[in-house]
């Protein structure tokens, strides 16, 4: 039910998020999804890949500072509505959101919406009693 | 104009017979009261009565931060607490201040220096002086306003900071002497100009400037843009605080050292020796009157030379050329003393940040600004932002309670701190002073 997503520290200079994405791509890596969350002074970009511990592996090799961190993809129905009704569950059961990021699958209708939240298995937990559809790590690796 | 003519006009003779047979005492009371200073004569064998000439002095070893360090608080006192009327402190290289003392004659012999300081400028009874060095455990404030009040100045102690109001109490009370560091005056010129405010309108005439490195540049830029005159004085809370040194209004060339209080030399930082005057070296003080806290050839870090000539304004005593760097790596932001040890200090306390660090110094228009790199390593990185803005408050906080000054935090990738073989390079002043 959790998909590990890496973190990497990047300085807000020019060139980093190029030198992220050759590292890994030089590796065969494949990103799945990403998300960059940034500052005057940093920011952090979020990935999802094919082959996590490869990719940590590389990005430290070359000088990241990289993290993992749990996070939940779930699938929200394409029409209006579909985000504030799961949204809405997750209040009720007192959930934060940390972040979110959200991508449109290739095939499907319906998109994939990445969550961090601040209590990941009370979220699932909701989630799950409101029928929401939870993307197991294998899928999203794999998409 | 000279404030103790009698003093300042010395003979040489007779000022270096009034010198030896102050420093003579000096030897004999730290020996029997101090037993730093009894160690450290015993080990270099020497007794206080083999001091019988000046040339003797350098005989004796030398007092350094480290020593006082040591020793603190009150260690190096020569007498009881309840003789000391005033404590002040100013930034040690680590955790722990440096500590001084004053009895009673001290603040008195302070004052007098001050007021000598002030004179030396012209100020005098009817002066309106604007105070605006800091006022607390920073020797400058209170230094400054009892020469201040000896003179018979008015005095306003407004100690440092909200320069609105600083203008507005120019303005209104008509300051005619300013004391405050020589980068905030120009921070002042800035503000003045910016308010619309025509300077000349202001009664300024003379501005004392200390407790930080300038140049002839910035006295020609203080000068005209303030249109009063710019003088350079010299002191550290070891040796008493303002009043070691001061500039005259007449010569303008080299601060007058007050040397029937003080001893000065300058030395080879690496050898030790001492030097001929003119030879640039690390300036070296023994306080022959004090009495609380003296110290015996305490080395300054501040590197300069002594002019023996005499000077167009009649004082007899020696100059020292404007300060012109530091044997140590002590940076000076804002008027305030900062080592980057004490830096290391804050960043070793708090969990998983690695001392990899360097320290940027600017200025932007007259203001120091400083900026400390600290390098992101697992432990610490989060992929949270806010997490991230936490730690980086949170040094910059600390960092601010131990030196009293805010700094940028920047937080940057691991290894992009250059790390160099040996001693590793902690600052980047980019100031052009």
């Known amino acids: ?143 | 104009m000279i404030w103790n003519e009698e003093f300042e006009t010395l003979p040489r003779e007779a000022l270096e017979a009034l010198q030896i047979k102050r420093l003579k005492a000096l030897v004999e009371r730290v020996y029997t009261t101090v037993p730093f200073y009894r160690r450290q004569m015993d080990g270099a064998g020497m007794r206080p009565d083999q001091i019988q000439g000046l040339d003797d002095l350098k005989r004796l070893p030398f007092t350094t931060k480290e020593n006082l360090r040591e020793n603190y608080p009150f260690g190096l006192f020569t007498v009881p607490l309840e003789r000391v009327i005033r404590i002040h402190a100013s930034s040690g290289t680590t955790g722990k201040p440096t500590v001084v003392g004053y009895t009673r004659r001290d603040i008195e012999t302070w004052a007098e220096l001050m007021a000598r300081t002030l004179a030396c400028g012209g100020t005098r009874q009817g002066d309106v002086v604007h105070n605006a060095y800091g006022y607390g455990l920073f020797t400058g404030g209170l230094g400054a306003h009892y020469g201040a009040e000896k003179i018979g100045a008015t005095v306003i102690p407004m100690s440092g900071g909200n320069t609105k109001r600083q203008i507005m109490i120019m303005q209104d009370f008509g300051s005619t002497v300013l004391l405050c560091t020589p980068s905030y005056a120009l921070n002042l010129a800035e503000v003045i100009a910016d308010m619309g405010i025509d300077v000349a309108e202001l009664k300024l005439r003379v501005g004392i400037f200390g407790a930080e490195p300038w140049s002839e540049k910035m006295r020609e830029e203080i000068e005209k843009k303030m249109l009063i005159s710019a003088l350079d004085i010299y002191g550290l809370s070891e040796v008493i605080g303002p009043g070691v040194a001061s500039e005259c209004i007449e010569g303008k060339k080299g601060l007058h050292v007050f040397e029937d209080h003080f001893i000065a030399e300058v030395i080879d930082p690496d050898t030790g020796d001492v030097l001929p005057h003119g030879e640039m070296g690390e300036l070296v003080f023994t306080t022959i009157t004090k009495e609380a806290f003296p110290v015996i050839r305490y080395r300054t870090s501040d590197i300069t030379t002594l002019i023996p000539d005499a000077c167009v304004c009649g004082r007899g005593f020696i100059r020292m050329e404007r300060v012109s760097g530091r044997t140590d790596d002590m940076l000076i932001i804002r008027g305030v003393n900062v080592f980057p040890s004490q830096i290391e200090h804050v960043l070793m306390g708090i969990e998983g940040v690695e001392p990899h660090y360097q320290i940027m110094v600017d200025r932007d228009g007259a203001l120091d600004i400083m900026e400390v790199h600290v390098e992101v390593n697992e432990e610490i990185f989060s992929d949270e932002i806010k997490e991230l803005e936490r730690l980086s408050r949170r040094i910059g906080g600390e960092i601010k309670d131990m030196l009293g000054v805010s700094c940028n935090v920047k937080l940057v990738e691991p290894r992009t701190i250059q790390r160099s073989e040996g001693k590793a390079k902690r600052v980047i002043d980019n100031r052009k002073i």
Do not use: C, H
């Not at chain 1, 890496?6 to 799945?32: C, M, Y």
């Not at chain 1, 500072?65 to 997750?90: F, S, Y």
């Not at chain 1, 095939?107 to 919406?113: H, L, P, Q, T, Y």
């Open chain 1, 1 to 143: 039910m959790k998909v590990e997503q890496i973190s990497v520290f990047l300085e807000n200079k020019s060139g980093r998020l190029a030198e992220v994405t050759g590292v890994l791509a030089d590796s065969d890596i494949n990103i799945r999804a990403l998300s960059l969350a940034d500052t005057a002074d940093f920011g952090i970009l979020r990935l999802i890949v094919n082959d996590r511990e490869k990719a940590k592996a590389v990005l430290k090799e070359n000088g990241f500072t990289v993290g993992k961190t749990e996070v939940v993809a779930i699938e929200v129905p394409d029409r209006p509505g579909g985000l504030a009704g799961i949204l809405g569950a997750l209040r009720g059961g007192g959930i934060n959101v940390e972040y979110m990021y959200a991508f449109v699958q290739k095939s499907g209708e319906n998109a994939i919406i990445i969550f961090r939240f601040d209590e990941i298995d009370g979220a699932i937990d909701i989630l799950q009693k409101a029928g929401v559809r939870i993307l197991k790590g294998e899928e999203v690796y794999a998409l």
